[in-house]
């Protein structure tokens, strides 16, 4: 069975539209309409800008060497 998962919003007359669907034509499809568990709705606090949080780079375009890496040693 293939499974395609999306998020909508329900409408305010309490419709649901589903476009752009990754099935053919005329194919039979199951639909189950879930709410998502608080964990996993989205947060309704205002993005955090993160201008002016880099303080510095050190050389970002150098190379990294085997050295730097403890999985190689």
């Known amino acids: 069975m293939k499974a395609y998962r999306t998020v909508k ?20 499809v199951e639909v189950i309409v879930l709410a998502p568990a608080p964990e ?8 955090v800008s993160l201008k002016g949080k880099i303080l510095e780079y ?14 190689l040693g």
Do not use: N
């Not at 996993?40 to 993005?47: D, F, I, V």
């Not at 050190?58 to 403890?70: G, K, L, M, N």
């Open 40 to 47: 996993e709705q989205p947060s309704k606090a205002s993005p």
């Open 9 to 28: 919003k329900i409408s305010s007359r309490g419709g649901l539209l589903l476009e752009a669907l990754p099935f053919e034509e005329g194919e039979t």
């Open 58 to 71: 050190i050389d970002p375009f150098e190379p990294v060497s085997d050295q730097d890496w403890e999985v």
